[in-house]
């Protein structure tokens, strides 16, 4: 009589054992993989191992947060011959798989999570399928696109009397992840202090509690003062803004000829007055970074370099933003070497300007690569320019409808930025148009002369003829 329970509790510690006998035995797992590059190809590897008669083989393709599966591969055993079918119930043995799924030139749109989906029959009846999965996410990085440097709130003018910040702008674009970004003085790591939101760039002179640093193995500008008092006058000129945008490099280009319509005035002025507050020491940076996320899973990424300028140590210095990113073999670099503007090259056209004709003055290059852009302010010397206002901001000055009193005017183009500023000047040479007679055309255009008094006194005789 007690042995019965004991059965009882023997069959049923059998029941699930051979329940899942006939159900039949499956794992299935994905090889991990390292972060991918995008372009590369990628293979996904599903292994599993069963005892049981293969069903069927699912690939997914995860998005939207795992609430839409994508079927991108599908192996149904019902249509294939390819795998062994165990008919034999009674002879258990273990079998191993592979699924794979080859992505030829993966993409960034590819990066997330990727399912694999075996399903066999049940061992007690064909009917039922046990189904089993793995998951990977594939990481896809890519490389940063582009690299440039430029100047921030710019064109600026130089500052003789009160120092200035200065900031340069790295701007990398195209990284997944966001790549790391770091500026270089001359070849050397610049040692920034990080701040979380750059300074504004009316706030006074930066400053640090760290030590002071002398500033090795940089000469001091030795540039010679070099004036000429005859193109002098007692105007003052104060910087402006500046409304164009100037393209970037403006050297002169040798293809473009100097036309002869204005006098070229050898002497330049070249405004390199550094005060009291220029002290020779090695300046204290400050840096900070901004990350905004593209709609296709990269990073721009935007590194502020921020320091109180020197003209006088900081003109024809070299910096460099470098970039380096687990996608790169070797970091991506963009330079530029901040120098002040010198020697102007200015056209005129028409090349032989003549009486009523519109002339324009244009700064076609420098002697010299110019960064950050300059800034220009054109001026008449001695007096007003043709439209009455005292100065033109802009790399073109236009005179339309030039009078024949503005032969032998002067003026004075100043190019500037914060590391520094010049003068050029150019006279205007007007000729005779042999289509307007001489005396006919005053400083606004307008007819007077013979020809005007003889159109006044026919009209007059006219008014005394009709009211007799």
């Not at 991506?332 to 020697?343: F, S």
Request: with cysteine; charged share 20%.
């Amino acid at each position: 009589m007690r042995a019965a329970p004991s059965l009882r509790g023997c069959a049923c510690l059998l029941l699930p054992a051979i329940l899942d006998l006939a159900r039949g035995y499956l794992t299935v797992n994905i090889e991990p993989l390292p972060p991918v590059v995008a372009g590369d190809a990628v293979t996904l590897k599903c292994n599993f191992k069963t005892d049981g008669r293969m069903r069927e083989i699912v690939w997914y393709r995860v998005t939207d947060g795992g609430t839409i599966k994508q079927k991108i591969f599908t192996f149904d055993a019902m249509f294939s011959t390819n795998f062994s079918h165990m008919e034999n119930y009674r002879k258990r043995e273990d079998l191993v798989y592979q699924s794979t799924v080859r992505l030829p030139e993966v993409r960034i749109s590819d990066n997330g999570p990727y399912e694999c989906h075996v399903g066999i029959y049940d061992r007690a009846t064909r009917e039922k399928v046990v189904l089993a999965s793995g998951n990977i996410f594939l990481n896809v990085m890519a490389p940063p696109t582009s690299i440039e440097v430029v100047a921030a709130d710019t064109p600026a003018p130089f500052s003789r009397y009160q120092a200035q910040n200065f900031t340069l702008v790295c701007i990398v674009s195209g990284g997944k992840p966001a790549p790391t970004v770091y500026f270089k003085r001359d070849g050397e790591p610049i040692d920034a202090v990080p701040l979380s939101e750059p300074p504004a760039a009316s706030s006074g002179p930066l400053q640090d509690s760290r030590p002071f640093r002398g500033l090795l193995h940089r000469d001091l500008d030795d540039t010679k003062m070099q004036r000429s008092l005859s193109l002098l006058d007692a105007d003052s000129r104060g910087g402006h803004s500046y409304t164009e945008r100037p393209s970037r490099s403006l050297t002169l280009d040798p293809s473009i000829p100097l036309q002869p319509t204005t006098e070229n005035i050898p002497e330049t002025v070249v405004s390199r007055e550094f005060p009291r507050w220029v002290h020779s020491s090695e300046p204290v940076y400050f840096l900070s970074h901004s990350h905004t996320p593209g709609s296709d899973g990269t990073v721009e990424v935007r590194a502020l370099l921020t320091w109180t300028l020197n003209p006088q140590i900081d003109n024809e210095a070299l910096f460099s933003c470098e970039v380096t990113h687990p996608a790169l073999s070797m970091p991506m670099q963009a330079e530029v070497t901040l120098v002040a503007p010198k020697g102007p090259q200015i056209m005129m056209t028409p090349s032989r300007a003549r009486v009523g004709d519109t002339v324009r003055i244009l700064v076609h290059g420098f002697q010299n690569e110019v960064f950050p852009e300059p800034m220009f302010t054109w001026t008449r010397v001695g007096s007003r320019l043709l439209d009455g206002s005292t100065e033109f901001d802009g790399k073109e000055l236009v005179l339309e409808r030039v009078p024949a009193e503005l032969n032998g005017s002067m003026y004075r183009c100043t190019a500037q930025n914060p590391l520094g500023s010049t003068d050029t000047h150019t006279r205007l040479i007007v000729f005779e148009n042999p289509n307007i007679p001489k005396g006919t055309e005053d400083s606004n255009g307008s007819t007077s002369g013979p020809a005007g008094i003889r159109l006044t006194l026919v009209l007059a005789l006219t008014v005394i003829l009709e009211l007799t």
